[in-house]
């Protein structure tokens, strides 16, 4: 079976608009086969999107797929400016439409693998990361991330328990010497570890 971080996608398109509302305000997005989630927002990744504080500053989406973190985070922080990143052409053809879709002017999706094709450093950086993918490439992830944070910047990351929150934590711990569990609910955890 195709895994959703396939670069390039071979499932047969089915696309489909879900919405998602935030407040009292409703966003769209366009889906497709070959990227995560495509039936609705999911949960972890609207618990994350609840949970994070108000930014600003430059901001990373890393592994955006459709676009639903990037897009409402941008959507709730008029003065941030969102970059939003996967390795998926299709996620990424999604979230540029997404992003007109919903009157955006603050965001850009644009792909990369990881970081290389990002040259600057953000005031946060968000992720529901591929877990599928393993631990090695998301730790690895977490510690480029790291790298590419202004110092008091963050990184945000949402988790399962099931899919190894409590690892992640002593690896965030051990990158950043710190890690704070901002929400737990129903098996997700969102984590916050900063540069320091
Ligand atoms: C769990 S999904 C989250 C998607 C989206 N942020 C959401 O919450 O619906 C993880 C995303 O990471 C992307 N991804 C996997 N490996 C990647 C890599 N090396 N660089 C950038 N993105 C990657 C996948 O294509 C996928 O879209």
Redesign the pocket.
């Known amino acids: 079976m195709e ?4 670069s390039e996608p071979k499932a047969s398109h089915d696309i489909n608009t879900i919405q998602y509302s935030i407040g009292e305000h409703t966003l769209e997005f366009t889906t497709d086969a070959g ?3 495509k039936s609705r ?2 949960f ?2 609207s618990l ?1 999107i609840n949970s994070l504080p108000k930014l600003q500053g430059k901001i990373l ?10 897009i409402s985070v941008a959507f709730l922080n008029h003065d941030a400016c969102v970059y939003m ?4 052409k299709r ?1 990424i053809d999604l979230a540029q439409t997404n992003i007109v879709k919903n009157n955006i002017e603050n965001a850009k999706a644009f792909i ?3 970081f ?1 094709n990002i040259d600057s450093k953000f005031n946060s950086i968000i ?7 393993g631990k090695k ?1 998301i730790y690895r ?1 977490f510690e480029q991330s790291r790298d590419y944070l202004q110092l008091g910047g963050s990184l945000y990351i ?1 988790i399962q328990k099931k899919q190894g929150a409590p690892s992640a934590i002593k690896k965030l711990e051990e990158i950043f010497g710190n890690c704070n569990v901002l929400t737990k609910k129903k098996g997700y955890f969102i984590l916050q570890s900063t540069k320091i």
């Open positions: 895994h959703y971080y396939s990227v995560f989630s927002v999911d972890g990744t994350m989406d890393l592994g955006c797929g459709y676009g639903p973190i990037g990143v996967d390795i998926n996620a990369s693998d990881g290389s992720t529901n990361p591929p877990i599928r993918a490439i992830l949402v």
